[in-house]
């Protein structure tokens, strides 16, 4: 099945930096879908961009699918912006839409 | 804005016993799963469900779970008889397409004793 990787694991920051987070999947995809875990372990949907380029305020996100990554960019980060980020994908061909999410990156935004 | 909602949040439950997890899909959404992440580690994909039936399933849904939409609005994961590992965070999620983008609930924590 397809392999997907995310990187860094773990990332600390200083409140105001920037960052990119990255993922990478081993086939091609219908869909791609960034998350963030929040303290709480809900699930939020950031994103939904199988191609192309999407920002909403201070994250935005490539993927570029002929090369089969994408990137996460987080710019002049808050500690709210704490938590796990996972992407997640779903392979296509006939599949039922199942995501196969990687592992995260941990990312801590110190004040 | 519409949401998938789950109850309930947390349960506890005895080694052997079955539960019941709730989901109530967005409305005009035609596809629903089941996932589950065990405490710090990722998101596993349980079992898809479209037009009345399961589409596919992981192997861990094994004979102990089921999965089964009783009327219009919602969407139930049961569990026979849990086991220790059964515990974590079990999500429910829908769209409308088997491609689009899948919206979550807030997650149950099961709690095996």
């Known amino acids: 099945g397809i392999q997907v990787e995310q990187s860094p694991p773990d990332l600390i920051l200083q409140e105001g930096a920037n960052s990119t987070l990255r993922c990478n999947f081993s086939d091609s995809v219908n869909n791609l879908q960034w998350f963030h875990q929040n303290p709480w372990g809900q699930l939020i949907n950031l994103f939904y961009?199988?191609?192309g380029t999407k920002q909403n305020g201070r994250l935005s996100a490539t993927t570029v699918a002929t090369e089969r990554y994408s990137l996460l960019y987080i710019s002049s980060s808050q500690t709210t912006d704490s938590g796990v980020y996972f992407c997640?994908?779903?392979?296509?061909?006939?599949?039922?839409?199942?995501?196969?999410f990687g592992q995260g990156t941990t990312l801590q935004v110190k004040p | 804005e519409p949401e998938v909602t789950q109850t309930p949040s947390h349960q506890v439950t005895q080694m052997g016993q079955e539960v019941i997890l709730r989901c109530v899909p967005i409305?005009?959404?035609?596809?629903f799963y089941w996932y589950r992440q065990i405490l710090g580690q990722k998101v596993e994909f349980l079992v898809s469900f479209y037009n009345n039936e399961i589409s596919e399933k992981s192997e861990i849904f094994d004979d102990q779970f089921s999965v089964e939409r009783p009327d219009g609005s919602n969407f139930t994961l049961k569990i026979r008889s849990t086991k220790l590992e059964d515990s974590a965070m079990y999500f429910c999620a829908s769209t409308t397409e088997s491609f689009y983008e899948q919206y979550f609930g807030p997650g149950t924590r099961l709690t095996v004793t």
């Open positions: 409305s005009n959404h035609l596809y």
């Open positions: 997640a994908v779903d392979q296509g061909s006939g599949n039922t839409g199942k995501l196969i």
């Open positions: 961009i199988p191609s």
